[in-house]
């Protein structure tokens, strides 16, 4: 069930009249790149601590120093006293670009015909001009991980930056192959079917399942060897998994199902990531000694179980990184991405802190896409995908006042506040001559 809370509605309010000022007498503002110097912030580096007094330069995308006494030589300057430099914000699992309106069909493109279709690339659907991206921009999210869903093996999920012309401009590095585990329990309250259909058509799955991941590794021994092979692009795929080229993101969230998949995965030799992961709290230890990292999420949503306690979403996150498991947070959104900083407030609320939380929508997952080199802190040498913020964006009343993604400073405009400036002052209304 989607819905604005209290505390998202008092956000709106507070933030709305502050952007009001980011349209210039009315005219389109691109996005533009440069050589800038963030000056008197307090920096929160993420990875190296935070920094008072400190300042970032950026040049040619990436961060070029972060500290003291840097000079401002060829650099635009903004003063950022009194403000806060934090990562951009990494949501781990969205429909961003694939989805503009989800009542309507014909503006969705997330999912495919047929059950397995692990070649469907997400990032071929993005739609760089959807009206969500510059939305989730002006809340501090920078980049988002798009997912396909529907079927075994929907397609094959994309790590996106928030800014671009192209798809392939906006890709961001990171791959991989999506898997919706197969379900035990009901798929919802209307889910009418009898324990021994719900029993009958788990283990059908698992077994189309098993075959598929057989016929891979068939697949990959043959090509690894050098076999022609006939035209086979969902088999290819799957086999880059085998390879190691690509990691298998997978769907799973009651508890009995993750430990069905933790089964599932043992003695395969490539790289799993659970995503979802609902009931993670029940079975955290075993998550966590696997090794296996998660992308949990939502955290804003209902218990599985009518029995369990209102928190259970909100804690799920901080309990299953006390139990030692890697956690990153996702929203699971496709038009309210930009609710992933409330989303990693909860956790941080309900267990995990603030520290760890920061980390569950930066470093941690940029470690988990493995691209920690580039993204997840800020740091000399990396992307310089950076908020400047009056407060913690965790913080309803935090204001972001400048946003840079591949170190271009992105406007902080979008259709919502083009329409509150609209309506701001209007006349009582326009007589006919």
């Known amino acids: 069930m989607k819905r604005m809370t209290k505390a998202f509605f008092a956000f709106l309010m507070a933030f709305l ?94 999912s495919e015909v047929g059950n397995v279709s692990p070649n469907m690339q997400a990032l071929t659907a993005v739609n760089p001009n959807s009206e969500a991206i510059p939305v989730t921009r002006v809340s501090g999210v920078t980049t988002t991980l798009t997912v396909p869903s529907g079927g075994l093996f929907p397609g094959t999920a994309a790590l996106i930056n928030l800014v671009g012309y192209t798809p392939d401009q906006m890709y961001a590095g990171f791959k991989a192959v999506v898997m919706n585990f197969p379900s035990s329990a009901r798929r919802g309250r209307f889910d009418r079917r009898s324990d021994d259909d719900i ?23 043959l090509k690894s060897a050098g076999a022609t092979l006939e035209y086979y692009p969902e088999m290819d795929q799957l086999a880059k998994v085998i390879s190691g080229e690509l990691p298998m993101m997978i769907e799973v969230n009651a508890a009995g199902d993750i430990q ?19 009931e993670g709290w029940r079975v955290a230890d075993e998550i966590a000694k696997a090794g296996i990292p998660v992308l949990a999420g939502p955290v804003q949503e209902l218990p599985t179980r009518d029995s369990d306690r209102y928190d259970a979403a909100y804690s799920n996150p901080g309990k299953m990184a006390k139990a030692g498991v890697k956690v990153a947070i996702r929203t699971n959104e496709e038009e309210n991405v930009r609710n992933l900083p409330f989303h990693a407030a909860y956790a941080a609320a309900y267990g995990m802190g603030k520290e760890e939380a920061w980390k569950a929508v930066t470093i941690n997952p940029a470690e988990i896409f493995g691209l920690a080199d580039s993204y997840g802190s800020i740091e000399a040498g990396k992307v310089a995908n950076l908020i400047v913020s009056t407060d913690d964006p965790f913080e309803t009343k935090a204001q972001i006042m400048h946003v840079f993604i591949n170190g271009f400073r992105i406007p902080l405009s979008n259709r919502h506040i083009r329409l509150y400036q609209e309506f701001l002052d209007r006349s009582p209304g326009l007589k006919a001559n």
């Open 17 to 110: 009249p502050m952007l009001a000022m980011a349209q210039i007498d009315g005219e389109f503002v691109k996005p533009r790149t440069g050589k800038f110097l963030l000056q008197n912030a307090t920096v929160v580096t993420i990875t190296k601590g935070t920094l008072n007094n400190a300042s970032v330069l950026i040049e040619n995308g990436k961060i070029l120093q972060v500290g003291s006494n840097i000079s401002a030589d060829g650099a635009e300057v903004f003063d950022c006293s009194g403000m806060f430099i934090y990562p951009g914000m990494i949501d781990s699992g969205t429909r961003l670009g694939l989805v503009e309106v989800s009542s309507v069909p014909e503006t969705n493109d997330y």
């Open 199 to 221: 029993k009958k058509d788990n283990e059908k799955a698992l077994k189309e399942a098993n075959e598929l991941w057989d016929k891979a590794v068939s697949y990959n021994s």
């Open 260 to 278: 069905n998949a933790l089964k599932w995965i043992e003695g395969k030799d490539a790289k799993f990531i659970f995503s979802g992961v609902a």
